[in-house]
């Protein structure tokens, strides 16, 4: 089974090291069978040295909003326009996308395969924390704000997922089917420079069909 493991960035210091040390844990525990391809869609590719953990270390694809190719006077916020480029990057399967600055938890691959076993989306609950400290993929020290709750928390509990609709999908942590994304065309890119794709796309997704947990 193919699974294309995204990290997206738009910042200089993104902490990619972090989200490296806990995926190569995860894969190491949980990817036993799977086919996959890693790719870091880097606004700062070109400037940045290449890392060499992912199969492609690429620049968001050409858009109005933002890089070499903008028609605007600075740039813009253009979260479909990244996750597109790895949506075009995987080849079938499964494409999972995850935000900087971002540190997988234990298990957070085993859910991630149940979610491909019984077909459903696979939506990860988050928390921004302050004053993290990450060592070898493992975080030791971080203090939670209740402003950086992921209000999906309230809906769910940690032995296990629950449906939850569309319009409940968040962007930063997420697995999907390919063919589910290519059949509402990606996530919108009308919505670049505004932001709100992520569930908006998640509406799409539940009016084509597709199951979110």
């Not at 989200?19 to 086919?35: A, H, M, P, T």
């Not at 991630?112 to 070898?136: F, I, P, Q, T």
């Not at 950086?148 to 509990?157: A, C, F």
């Amino acid at each position: 089974m193919n699974l294309t493991i995204t990290y997206l960035t738009n910042r200089r210091n993104c902490m990619v090291e972090w989200f490296v040390d806990s995926c190569q844990r995860e894969i190491s525990e949980y990817g036993l069978g799977l086919n996959i391809r890693t790719v870091m869609v880097d606004f700062f590719a070109k400037e940045r040295p290449r890392n060499n953990w992912f199969s492609f270390h690429v620049p968001p694809k050409p858009t109005v909003w933002q890089g070499e190719h903008k028609l605007t006077k600075i740039d813009y916020f253009a979260p479909s326009n990244a996750r597109n480029t790895a949506l075009c990057l995987a080849p079938d399967g499964w494409l999972l996308v995850v935000d900087d600055l971002s540190v997988l938890m234990p298990g957070y691959l085993k859910a991630v395969r149940e979610g491909m076993d019984r077909g459903y989306g696979v939506c990860g609950a988050y928390k921004k924390v302050s004053n993290l400290y990450v060592s070898k993929g493992k975080v030791v020290h971080c203090e939670e704000r209740p402003s950086g709750v992921d209000t999906r928390w309230s809906l769910g509990r940690y032995n296990e997922s629950v449906w939850i609709g569309g319009g409940q999908m968040f962007g930063c942590s997420l697995c999907l089917p390919v063919e589910s994304l290519l059949e509402v065309n990606g996530w919108d890119e009308d919505c670049d420079s505004m932001g709100s794709e992520d569930y908006i796309t998640g509406i799409m997704l539940e009016r084509a069909g597709q199951k979110l947990r």
